[in-house]
């Protein structure tokens, strides 16, 4: 089955500064990749997704990269700001199932 | 409603009872999916529903867990004879169309059992 790896699992960033969160993952057949913020307490929530179909995608400050070759994509969140801090998840679908990496909190110091 | 609605919130279970978790979806969505989230992990898969099927049941840690979603829309994940790990916070998330789109997650309904 698809196995997703995230690093770093902690990230801390002065404010301004850019984050890079990184994923691989194993299955081929996976074709699209979304990437989840999760707040303490609360559910999961979609910031940015990529199609296999696409190299890189970009929303004001975040955009997200893929290498298919390589097997993996990129979340950078630049001019970081205190309520970015929360615990960010990359996750791969091959269409039905979706596999989750195991996160990354993220804490911008202002 | 607005939004994918979950109940109970919370739900405290004695080890050995069944429990019964309600996931309502955004309505006109087809797809809807399981997760099971243990403390300071990301979501594990446990099924996936296009409508009323049940397409993939591969998450489902053992037959004392069910799932079912008999008309399409409302969605319920059972839990027989439940165990200390089993604690977890489930979350059920619906999206619009089959295959690769948003998937909006509800609040969730943390299970804990003792």
């Known amino acids: 089955g698809e196995n997703v790896e995230q690093h770093p699992s902690t990230l801390s960033v002065q404010e301004g500064d850019s984050a890079v969160i990184k994923c691989t993952y194993s299955?081929?057949?996976?074709?699209?990749f979304p990437w989840y913020k999760q707040e303490l307490g609360k559910r999961p929530q979609l910031i940015i997704d990529?199609?296999?179909?696409?190299g890189e995608k970009k929303d004001q400050r975040i955009a997200v990269t893929l290498n298919k070759t390589a097997k993996h994509f990129s979340l950078h969140i630049t001019e970081t700001q205190p309520e970015d801090s929360a615990v960010y998840f990359c996750?791969?679908?091959?269409?039905?199932?979706?596999?989750f990496g195991t996160g990354t909190k993220l804490q911008v110091i202002p | 409603g607005a939004g994918v609605s979950q109940s109970p919130r919370y739900k405290v279970a004695k080890r050995g009872q069944d429990v019964a978790l309600r996931c309502d979806p955004i309505s006109g969505h087809v797809s809807l999916f399981w997760y099971q989230q243990a403390l300071g992990q990301g979501p594990e898969f446990l099924t996936y529903f296009q409508n009323e099927a049940q397409l993939d049941k591969s998450g489902l840690p053992s037959d004392r867990f069910f799932a079912e979603r008999p008309e399409g829309s409302v969605s319920t994940l059972k839990i027989q004879r439940t165990q200390q790990e089993d604690s977890a916070v489930y979350l059920c998330?619906?999206?619009?169309?089959?295959?690769?789109?948003?998937?909006?997650f509800g609040q969730g309904t943390r299970l804990t059992v003792v």
């Open positions: 998330a619906s999206s619009l169309a089959r295959g690769n789109t948003e998937a909006f």
């Open positions: 990529i199609r296999s179909n696409v």
């Open positions: 299955d081929s057949a996976s074709n699209y």
């Open positions: 996750a791969a679908s091959t269409g039905q199932k979706v596999t």
